[in-house]
């Protein structure tokens, strides 16, 4: 896991300062070593550079006097060998291909075993120089042979060409800024603000898009403007100056047949057992987050089996007992020590909590919207910042994470709407009444919801008047002008027969995993761990998208396969348990109490005042409601401030920016 950088000017030179001023801001992504590399693109010269932290010897990029047109940078986090030969810019024998590469190809053996009876010699043991083997093998097609998550650059110096990539789920980041004259890319958006005659601007189309629907990552746009990022899936090619981004992997219509229920269940226990199998491959201290629910028990009680069978990991790198991090709360309401202390009880794991309090969040809120650097959803990111910290502490280096369950499997509640809404269009009534009646059983805290959501899925839209507050978009809170002029609604593809399935695609690729992506990336990364995601593993999302619903989604029940997989495994109140929490933090209470001033502050800035973008009086009143127990308004109340802040913190604070306020009065 690391941080990646690389400058190219398609017109002149380029000051090797730029290169070393955009690497430095991602030091927490790799703080194990550091190195560069300097190409004159005319002449063909190439120069590997060092920096201050890089465990190889060479000439120091502050001492670097010569011509050059393309800078890569690197920052290393060190997980698979650890010696000097892991360093980047790594290049292959003849030096006619370098890369720089963040993250992980965990059939990295596989492959290299493959290479080799191809004839290809290696110097390291790393998997960065097996996809540097693998494209000069296969090319571009190499994508097709990984099993990870990656980011990476190859320079090709014989085609003269950068070939860059993004994993398949999305779960490295990249991205880049082009404008005709020069490309430049890096793991963090906060590297390209470095750039010299980079005006720091918001883009108010993305701005509007979480205001009004909470969303982000789910374009090719940032927060920043004519700052963009490879989506999930996608390679970008430079050649000839010229830019073209492509997608080589998507979740495909197709349905797997068996002649069993429990045929489908034990593909699945496959499946999911050797992705967690293979992302035991470290040569680093490793451990779990376990929030107590189906999926971070799952992979906790099954990653046990695996670290202590003598097979899969190196016992020293596990410890006597698998370490697992948890956020809790002395409010039973948001805590899940009952749940957990059934996991580390059944497995022998050691749990480690951590108490998130609103106090500490007003101490470390100005570094978490640092490293997030875009808005984020809700205050439940810094439950998984504490809980980050905490494994830092333990000094485990990796953590495994259930990331990505709920968007395969159907786990949160509006995939009811979306089996209803089938249910309507199939005319099929007795499903509807099974599952109504099964919904009512599992859930019967949620029933409200489930109501005004419900008729939202099963009335068509021409009748919808008839039901009001069915189609709010958190217009009131914005200013007119900034609303008239931004707000959209989505029409996302739609690929399946099955509305649930249409469901499920949106928000594996649009709606939500990218973003919860984001933050376990930015989290996990702000203290240099390397967090990996079983779920996401492409064989078994591919497996997923190809069940029949009723796997899924069964009498009120969602998660039908993954709890018939793991009978035996897990402890069984937490394999029937319907309810769902996960890392959250009491965020609708500490805006009542200990975050009331500090919030009441920020809405009565000048600055808050100014923006154009809110409607004044209509947040204040709704923050009032809220305190007073009117109404929840926690949500948009924290998109309000979150929005404010970053603002503040990216904008406002930027020597390039010409600060902003909206044109749309």
């Not at 899936?233 to 430079?238: A, D, F, M, P």
């Not at 040569?283 to 009680?301: A, F």
């Not at 009646?437 to 068509?460: C, D």
């Amino acid at each position: 896991m690391c941080g990646i950088t690389g400058a190219y000017s398609f017109k002149g030179s380029i000051n090797p300062d730029l290169i070393r001023r955009m690497t430095d801001p991602l030091r927490h992504r790799g703080p194990d070593d550091e190195g560069f590399l300097a190409v004159d693109s005319t002449s063909g010269k190439v120069v590997s550079l060092t920096g201050i932290d890089s465990k190889t010897y060479g000439q120091r990029i502050e001492d670097f006097n010569g011509s050059a047109n393309l800078f890569l940078g690197h920052r290393r986090l060190s997980i698979i060998d650890l010696s000097p030969s892991g360093h980047q810019p790594m290049s292959n024998e003849d030096g006619t291909l370098w890369i720089v590469h963040n993250g992980e190809v965990y059939n990295y053996l596989e492959i290299r075993k493959e290479l080799e009876s191809l004839g290809h010699d290696f110097r390291s043991r790393t998997d960065t120089e097996v996809i540097l083997h693998a494209y000069e093998e296969w090319g571009v097609d190499c994508l097709s042979h990984f099993n990870g998550m990656w980011a990476f650059a190859i320079l090709d110096l014989k085609k003269k060409r950068f070939f860059c990539s993004r994993d398949r789920a999305g779960v490295k980041p990249f991205y880049y800024l082009y404008d005709g004259k020069r490309f430049c890319f890096a793991s963090e958006i906060k590297a390209l603000l470095q750039i010299d005659d980079f005006c720091v601007e918001p883009n108010e189309q993305i701005v509007a898009d979480y205001l009004f629907s909470g969303l982000l990552d789910h374009t090719h746009e940032t927060f920043f403007k004519n700052i963009y990022q490879l989506r999930p899936g996608e390679n970008l090619l430079v050649e000839a100056d010229k830019l073209a981004v492509q997608t080589y992997w998507d979740i495909e219509v197709k349905e797997v047949r068996f002649p069993r229920d429990s045929d489908y269940t034990e593909r699945f226990y496959e499946l999911l057992e050797d992705s967690i199998r293979l992302r035991l491959r470290t040569e680093v201290p490793i451990g779990s987050c376990l929030s107590g629910g189906l999926d971070s028990s799952s992979i906790v009680c099954l990653a046990n089996r695996l670290m202590f069978d003598g097979q899969n990991i190196d016992p020293k790198l596990v410890g006597e007992r698998q370490k697992t991090f948890s956020s809790c709360f002395d409010d039973p309401a948001y805590d899940e020590r009952k749940f957990i202390e059934l996991v580390t009880h059944q497995t022998g794991a050691e749990k480690n909590y951590v108490f998130p309090k609103a106090e500490n969040l007003l101490k470390d809120l100005s570094m978490l919207i640092w490293q997030q650097e875009e808005p984020f959803g809700s205050t439940s990111i810094y439950a998984q910042w504490n809980v980050m910290r905490l494994a830092k502490e333990r000094q485990v280096t990796v953590l495994l994470d259930g990331q990505g369950g709920d968007e395969l499997l159907a786990g949160y509640l509006p995939s009811f709407y979306y089996l209803f809404r089938q249910a309507r269009k199939d005319f099929d009534i007795g499903l509807l009444m099974r599952e109504g009646k099964g919904f009512l059983k599992h859930h019967k805290n949620l029933t409200r919801r489930l109501f005004h959501k419900t008729i939202a899925a099963i009335v068509p839209k021409r009748l919808r008047t008839f039901f009001p507050g069915l189609d709010r978009d958190g217009g009131g809170w914005a200013e007119e002008g900034f609303r008239k002029n931004y707000y959209r609604s989505f029409s996302w593809p739609r690929k399946f027969e099955h509305e649930l399935n249409n469901y499920l695609y949106h928000a594996f690729r649009f709606t939500v995993l990218p973003g919860l992506l984001h933050y376990e990336d930015r989290n996990s990364m702000a203290f240099s761990l390397e967090a990996r995601l079983p779920f996401l593993d492409y064989r078994l999302v591919e497996f997923s998208f190809s069940l029949p619903a009723h796997l899924k989604m069964d009498g009120g029940v969602t998660k039908v396969i993954l709890r018939e997989a793991m009978k035996g495994t897990l402890p069984e109140r937490i394999r029937n348990r319907m309810d769902k929490i996960g890392f959250v933090t009491p965020e609708a209470d500490w805006f009542k109490t200990t975050l009331r001033d500090h919030i009441r502050e920020i809405f009565n800035s000048k600055s808050f005042s100014e923006r154009g973008i809110f409607n004044i009086a209509n947040v204040h009143k709704a923050f009032q409601d809220h305190c007073n127990e009117k109404v929840d308004n926690h949500s948009m109340i924290w998109r309000c401030v979150n929005l404010e802040l970053w603002l503040r913190t990216f904008v406002d604070k930027n020597p390039s920016s010409q600060g902003w306020r909206n044109s749309g009065n």
